[in-house]
């Protein structure tokens, strides 16, 4: 018997209100990584954003208390789809757990802190 695994883990921050699309909640989540297109060159950032569509039980605790700007961690698999009319597959992600790792409101907070220990330039 063979066993195969599909399994996301993801880190990042959410870019969309989420939204309740009949017995869903989908919202967007957005993470980096670099890149080097060749041995010479230097790494370049580039951003990823993932579709993010919750089901119960997950479904009520992302609508109530998942914010646009809120750093997520969620584990879950991948799972594709085509939309009637649609030329091509979408991927999306359905989380079997879901973290509020920073909220908006800290994020908030550690950039004034960050802010705050700036000495103060007189010019």
């Known amino acids: ?20 699309s009949g017995k869903a909640v989908t919202f967007t989540v957005v993470t980096n990584a670099y890149r080097k297109d060749s041995p010479e060159s230097k790494a370049t950032q580039f951003s990823e954003f993932h579709f993010i569509t919750c089901y119960h039980p997950l479904n009520g605790y992302a609508l109530k208390s998942v ?7 969620l584990d879950g698999r991948l799972h594709y789809y085509t939309s009637p009319g649609a030329s091509f597959p979408r991927a999306s ?4 757990s879901l973290q509020i790792a920073i909220p908006k409101s800290e994020k908030a907070k550690e950039n004034k802190e960050v802010e705050d220990s700036k000495p103060d330039i007189p010019f």
């Open 93 to 96: 992600i359905i989380p079997d």
């Open 1 to 20: 018997m063979s066993v195969y695994i599909n399994r996301i883990a993801l880190l990042g921050r959410v870019t969309s209100q989420p939204k309740e």
């Open 67 to 73: 914010n646009k700007g809120d750093m997520l961690l």
